[in-house]
């Protein structure tokens, strides 16, 4: 067996603390990953009153930084983050509050969303009326294409090695400028980037916990909407969909933030917002496979893909795309018919 030297290292880091419950170290167990380089450990106290979460950010891929200040701006907004209660910045360990095992994943049902989802938009709204320009980063014109652009890179090229001919490069690059003048002219906010039922937590007071917000951005205000309800993990009726994101319209009008008067052009921007997203997941996916050799998120690239063709059908602007999704699914249309 390998010998795990950064976890011998959050042993030793963690009985330096001198934490007061004093820690079981051997109960230090893994607790999850995800799709970076970061991994997180659940312990408990010796008189196991309390149970905390280590962060374990290698220095040489992941920076703590980011999660520091991020947590401090989301938990004065007034939503739950977990507490740092220690961390070593330059060995990239962070010692966490638990916020428990519960994901909204993990409970959402027919009975439980709608109480769910509106406590969501509700931490939603606190975050978006902390926000202020040049405090975190912008999601601007460099990012938005980067993301986008990991679509035909790791998505049609690597994963399904399809070839794009010129003009389906020039057609693709015409759809992402269509995207990015929308996505641009939207009211901007704080945007957590991932903010859907994995990392959501469920809590007893407060709800949810709000995990994973560390690559946090100043963006567009349907941003986060979209990963909450075109979640790549769970799907839900667009009626259903439209319920929910109703009544955020409604109370982000009431708290004073600046979405669309009309819910018609509201609703036109979440579906714009979530083709950007969707476009880029497909590529992250793709890469975690082919590059990282994750493959756990290849189940989940159907779905993703759903809802990019589902919109992409809805606009002219998105006609080119539609024609790449077909051929993705080796569709032959007659001419004339394929709208």
Same mark, same amino acid.
């Given at each position: 067996?390998?010998?795990?030297?950064?976890?011998?290292?959050?042993?030793d880091?963690l009985?330096?603390?001198n934490?007061?419950?004093?820690?079981?170290?051997?109960?230090?167990?893994?607790?999850?990953?995800?799709a970076?380089?970061?991994?997180?450990f659940?312990?408990?106290?010796?008189?196991?009153?309390?149970?905390?979460?280590?962060m374990?950010?290698?220095?040489?891929?992941?920076?703590?930084?980011?999660?520091v200040?991020?947590a401090?701006l989301?938990?004065?907004?007034?939503?739950?983050?977990? %507490?740092?209660?220690?961390?070593?910045?330059?060995?990239?360990?962070?010692?966490?509050?638990?916020?428990?095992?519960?994901?909204?994943?993990?409970?959402?049902?027919?009975?439980?969303?709608?109480?769910l989802?509106?406590?969501?938009n509700?931490s939603?709204?606190?975050?978006?009326?902390?926000?202020?320009a040049?405090?975190?980063?912008?999601?601007?014109?460099?990012?938005?294409?980067?993301?986008?652009?990991?679509?035909? %890179?790791?998505?049609?090229t690597?994963?399904?090695?399809?070839k794009?001919?010129?003009?389906?490069?020039?057609?693709?690059?015409?759809?992402f400028?269509?995207?990015?003048?929308n996505n641009?002219?939207?009211?901007?906010?704080?945007?957590?980037?991932?903010f859907?039922?994995?990392?959501?937590m469920v809590?007893?007071?407060?709800?949810?916990?709000?995990?994973?917000?560390?690559?946090?951005?100043?963006?567009?205000?349907?941003?986060?909407?979209?990963?909450? =309800?075109?979640?790549? =993990?769970?799907?839900?009726?667009?009626?259903?969909?439209?319920?929910?994101?109703?009544?955020?319209?409604?109370?982000?009008?009431?708290?004073g933030?600046?979405?669309?008067?009309?819910f018609?052009d509201?609703?036109?921007?979440?579906?714009?917002?979530?083709?950007?997203?969707? &476009?880029?997941?497909?590529g992250?996916?793709?890469?975690?496979?082919?590059?990282d050799?994750?493959?756990?998120?290849?189940?989940?690239?159907? &779905?993703?893909?759903?809802?990019?063709?589902?919109?992409? %059908?809805r606009?002219?602007?998105?006609?080119?795309?539609?024609?790449?999704?077909?051929?993705?699914?080796?569709?032959?249309?007659?001419d004339?018919?394929?709208?």
């Open positions: 067996m390998t010998t795990d030297i950064r976890f011998l290292a959050i042993k880091w009985n330096r603390l934490f007061n419950p004093v820690l079981d170290l051997e109960s230090l167990a893994p607790a999850s990953s995800d970076s380089f970061r991994r997180y659940r312990l408990q106290s010796r008189d196991r009153s309390s149970s905390y979460i280590v374990d950010a290698p220095p040489s891929h992941e920076d703590t930084g980011p999660f200040k991020v401090e989301f938990a004065q907004s007034g939503v739950l983050v977990p %507490e740092i209660l220690a961390k070593d910045s330059q060995a990239g360990f962070l010692l966490l509050s638990d916020l428990g095992h519960t994901t909204y994943l993990s409970e959402l049902s027919e009975s439980s969303a709608n109480s989802y509106l406590d969501a509700a939603l709204i606190k975050i978006q009326l902390s926000s202020k040049n405090v975190l980063p912008e999601y601007d014109t460099t990012l938005l294409s980067r993301e986008m652009a990991l679509f035909p %890179e790791w998505y049609l690597r994963h399904l090695d399809i794009l001919t010129n003009q389906q490069s020039q057609q693709l690059q015409e759809v400028a269509a995207l990015l003048k641009l002219a939207q009211a901007q906010v704080y945007v957590h980037r991932d859907h039922s994995r990392n959501l809590a007893p007071e407060n709800n949810p916990g709000i995990l994973d917000f560390q690559d946090a951005v100043y963006g567009p205000i349907t941003y986060d909407l979209a990963s909450l =309800y075109r979640d790549a =993990y769970i799907e839900w009726e667009e009626a259903q969909q439209m319920d929910w994101l109703i009544r955020y319209w409604q109370d982000a009008k009431k708290a933030l600046p979405v669309s008067e009309d018609g509201f609703y036109r921007d979440f579906e714009w917002m979530g083709l950007q997203r969707h &476009l880029k997941v497909l992250i996916f793709a890469r975690l496979f082919h590059r050799g994750k493959d756990g998120y290849l189940k989940d690239i159907p &779905l993703v893909f759903k809802y990019a063709r589902k919109v992409a %059908e606009y002219n602007a998105f006609k080119p795309l539609v024609h790449l999704f077909d051929q993705v699914e080796g569709i032959q249309r007659p004339g018919l394929t709208f």
